[in-house]
């Protein structure tokens, strides 16, 4: 009897897989950005929604959730119904930065999602002041050594990329580096240029027309491959740092139980949209490097940052609400 009950059962899960792949989607289906209209992951959520919309034959919209680096708005996914209509593009931040920053977290970043791609990665840049005296990486490493606690270096938020590529980047030139806290990269900027701070890891697309107009000095970019936006710049890894990486990069996620069906169906669509030239074309002239991974690499790519981000976290000594 208990055989014939699991039959069954097996079989109402394989209809409605079959039932999910043919028919979805029904209807509308939110994308969920837990950041401010302008920023990287919502105009690349934004260009996608677009495209899908045609694709899927369904809207396909873009709701703003900002709030906590991002965690409100992976936290609202989570806990959605999981039927493919609320999907989040869900940074590296919320993934795998929070959960060693945060005493409680919400979610479970490996329990509480399906895995859809990842869709993009974005370089910083290791730029100096002006006024700095160092004319490469290998001077500034000097100077910083010879005057501990003397330099300074601007963040965008504990625990934000930039903040934890000046930590790692202090990790491995054994640094004493002082860091300064501000409430985004347009308040960073104004005090390096000023002089007002020493050096900063800061977003490629913010600081590269600063660097090539001479006003920054850039040493190198914290991505495993050179950007178009400064192709003269070598990378960390290049520059000395062998397996140095530190850079903000976002997936699209959709709630645990999610049916295997709609996830690859989503996967394929999404996909499809990013090799499209005009969308690739735009991503990249901002300075974002287009990934596209199966569901299956992104899955990977949590489990294995998760515990080397926890250790630079938990050595560093960094907790949010510092």
């Known amino acids: 009897m208990r055989a014939i009950i699991g039959l069954a059962f097996s079989l109402s899960l394989l209809a409605s897989d079959a039932f999910a792949q043919t028919s979805y989607p029904e209807q509308s289906i939110r994308i969920l950005v837990g950041f401010l209209p302008g920023t990287a992951p919502d105009v690349v959520a934004r260009a996608m929604a677009d495209k899908l919309s045609t694709t899927l034959g369904k809207a396909v919209v873009v709701e703003n959730v900002s709030g906590a680096n991002g965690n409100i708005a992976c936290d609202r996914t989570a806990k959605s119904p999981p ?7 869900c940074g ?20 509480d999602f399906k ?43 504990i625990g934000s990329s930039q903040h934890l590529a000046a930590e790692l980047f202090k990790s491995m030139a054994h640094l004493d580096i002082r860091p300064v806290g501000y409430r985004g990269s347009t308040a960073v900027l104004p005090d390096l240029l000023a002089g007002r701070i020493s050096l900063g890891f800061t977003n490629i697309v913010n600081v590269a027309p600063l660097v090539n107009e001479g006003r920054l000095r850039g040493f190198a970019v ?14 960390m890894q290049e520059a000395g740092y062998p397996g140095y990486e530190a850079v903000p990069w976002f997936g699209l996620m959709a709630p645990a139980g999610t049916p295997q069906p709609i996830v690859e169906k989503l996967y394929q669509e999404s996909i499809k949209v990013l090799a499209m030239p005009d969308v690739r074309r735009s991503l990249e002239n901002q300075g974002l490097d287009v990934i596209g991974g199966t569901p299956a690499e992104l899955a990977e790519a949590i489990k294995t940052e998760l515990p080397y981000w926890a250790k630079i976290i938990k050595d560093a000594g960094i907790k949010a609400g510092e």
Request: proline letters at 12%.
């Open 83 to 89: 039927d493919g209509y609320t999907l989040v593009m």
């Open 92 to 111: 590296n931040g919320s993934l795998i930065f929070a959960p060693s920053l945060y005493a409680k977290l919400p979610y479970d970043p490996v329990k």
């Open 115 to 157: 895995p859809i791609t990842q869709v993009f990665v974005a370089a910083n840049i290791l730029v100096v002041s002006p006024d700095v005296p160092a004319k490469s990486l290998p001077e500034l490493v000097a100077l910083a050594k010879a005057k501990p606690g003397e330099l300074t270096y601007g963040h965008t938020g």
């Open 222 to 235: 914290t991505s495993r491959k050179r950007s178009n936006l400064v192709p003269e710049l070598p990378t």
